[in-house]
């Protein structure tokens, strides 16, 4: 991990992953730190099958329309930054989504708008890709920040000569800041906001949606993939707070709100909000990570979260 002076928190996340029903896998997300924060190393790997609800693409999108998509998904994501000047980064990397055995329960009469989008539809996608970025990091630990600030800037560019079945690029830009009001009790607001958006042949399964983010912990109160479209806009506060004074039980309030533009006019058009609360019980005093339990309210949604860590 490294003394707290020269280097930030380094973590590692092993995440099993099942809904004891139609989703199984594990996802590993680590996050390491060089000694003098000369690097930072992050990456994403995830081999899952899934059975996947989905309405088609945009904002306003009914129930009613509900198809699933039922598919093995292996992801690799690989990320190197290089300190530029204090906690200013910038980085290269891969990317690579391969999603297969893709399937569709689908059993009316009209095509459905998974059949009608046309791109990587079918049994096999694969999509392939370089990503470039600038990253502002300076939390000092990732796993439940008290203070800083947290920025990235995201390219990703998936071509044919890399294996990629389409090409398509897309832009995500994540900003993070974190207000502590209190010496000796952990009393944090945490703001977030970011800008997905994609351009080309972008298939089905890569298009930006709820909690499909690179963190995939944004839309409580929606399930995930409950909304799609070619570009999101997001945001969300949470109000973080001690409940007993040795700070073993905690508390959040939180609010957020997701867009999506629509495919005819590709216009923001929509907004869907969520509001929602939950209790903090400390797993790790050390790294202070904390294990949660919310509970979600959108738009008629209701959900609850069971995670290790905080949402942002």
């Not at 093995?72 to 990397?93: E, S, T």
């Not at 997905?196 to 109160?221: K, M, Q």
């Not at 993939?225 to 070619?230: C, H, N, S």
């Not at 907004?271 to 339990?293: H, Q």
Request: hydrophobic share 35%; no cysteine; proline share 3%.
């Amino acid at each position: 991990m490294g003394d707290s002076s020269s280097t930030n928190l380094s973590n590692i996340y092993f995440i099993p992953y099942t809904n004891f029903y139609s989703r199984i896998g594990f996802i590993i997300n680590p996050n390491i730190w060089t000694n003098g924060k000369l690097w930072n190393l992050t990456g994403d790997f995830r081999i899952i099958h899934n059975n996947l609800r989905t309405y088609g693409i945009g904002g306003g999108t009914s129930k009613a329309n509900l198809d699933q998509i039922n598919h093995n998904f292996i992801r690799v994501y690989l990320n190197a930054n290089h300190k530029v000047d204090g906690p200013f980064y910038a980085g290269v990397g891969y990317d690579l989504d391969d999603f297969y055995s893709v399937t569709e329960s689908w059993s009316r009469s009209y095509p459905s708008d998974f059949s009608k989008y046309g791109i990587g539809t079918g049994y096999k996608t694969v999509s392939s890709g370089i990503t470039f970025d600038l990253l502002w990091d300076s939390r000092k630990n990732s796993i439940n920040p008290e203070n800083g600030l947290y920025s990235i800037l995201l390219y990703r560019l998936n071509t044919r000569w890399l294996g990629s079945d389409y090409s398509w690029t897309s832009i995500y830009f994540d900003n993070r800041k974190y207000f502590s009001f209190s010496d000796t009790r952990h009393e944090v607001l945490g703001l977030r906001v970011f800008y997905w958006a994609s351009y080309g042949d972008v298939p089905y399964l890569n298009l930006p949606g709820t909690t499909l983010d690179l963190s995939a912990r944004s839309g409580r109160g929606y399930s995930v993939a409950r909304y799609l479209g070619k570009q999101e806009l997001y945001a969300e506060t949470e109000y973080r707070f001690d409940i007993t004074r040795n700070g073993l039980w905690g508390g959040v309030v939180f609010t957020n709100a997701q867009s999506y533009t629509e495919p005819g006019s590709n216009q923001f058009e929509y907004v869907l909000p969520a509001i929602g609360a939950g209790v903090r019980l400390k797993f790790n005093k050390r790294s202070n990570t904390n294990i949660s339990l919310d509970m979600a309210f959108g738009k008629n949604s209701f959900l609850l979260y069971l995670n290790l860590g905080e949402f942002f």
